[in-house]
């Protein structure tokens, strides 16, 4: 779990990050929504009638408790029939697997994983444009603690005249020499 504090300057600039994670999050989905696709159409010949096939092919049109309890499944602790039933075997504090499905499986946790990080983004999303028409903004520090790239926390500072321009100041000279 990724884990940070971020300061950003305006609502603006903490709006394009949380669509740049949006963004982020409906493209991983849709590439590994394609490998899954692949995955389940490379092995329905050859796997289609078995139980690792049907639930991975139903799960994604099932309800939430039905994804649930069965991708519980796999998580067994132990090395018994169970785990080695499932696919999966506990070595210390990971799963591993060697079946074919494995892969099929860890696609559509990520999948899953990636839109429900979308949706609270979305709703972040919208609280922070309740935030400007509140009208916060302009003389506002965003200091956002961030879990997973999603805000949770935001403290508020108001800006003084130095700290915005500390942050941009450059200065310069430039001579030109003309030739004669």
Aim: hydrophobic residues 30%; contains cysteine.
């Amino acid at each position: 779990m990724v884990t940070e504090i971020r300061t950003f300057y305006s609502l603006k600039e903490l709006s394009e990050n949380i669509e740049e994670e949006i963004s982020f999050c409906k493209t991983a989905s849709e590439e590994y929504g394609e490998r899954l696709g692949s995955i389940l159409r490379d092995n329905k010949s050859e796997h289609g009638d078995e139980e690792w096939f049907k639930a991975l092919s139903g799960l994604q049109g099932a309800p939430k408790e039905t994804k649930s309890k069965d991708k519980n499944k796999g998580n067994k602790k132990g090395k018994g029939k169970k785990g080695a039933k499932s696919g999966w075997i506990q070595f210390n504090d990971i799963m591993l697997s060697k079946e074919k499905h494995g892969e099929a499986q860890i696609l559509f946790d990520a999948i899953e994983e990636l839109k429900n990080k979308s949706a609270r983004l979305e709703k972040i999303r919208n609280d922070i444009e309740d935030l400007k028409r509140l009208g916060l903004g302009e003389n506002v520090i965003y200091i956002a603690y961030l879990r997973e790239e999603i805000p949770e926390k935001i403290v508020l500072h108001k800006k003084n005249g130095d700290e915005l321009g500390g942050k941009f100041e450059f200065m310069t000279k430039i001579s030109l020499v003309c030739p004669t």
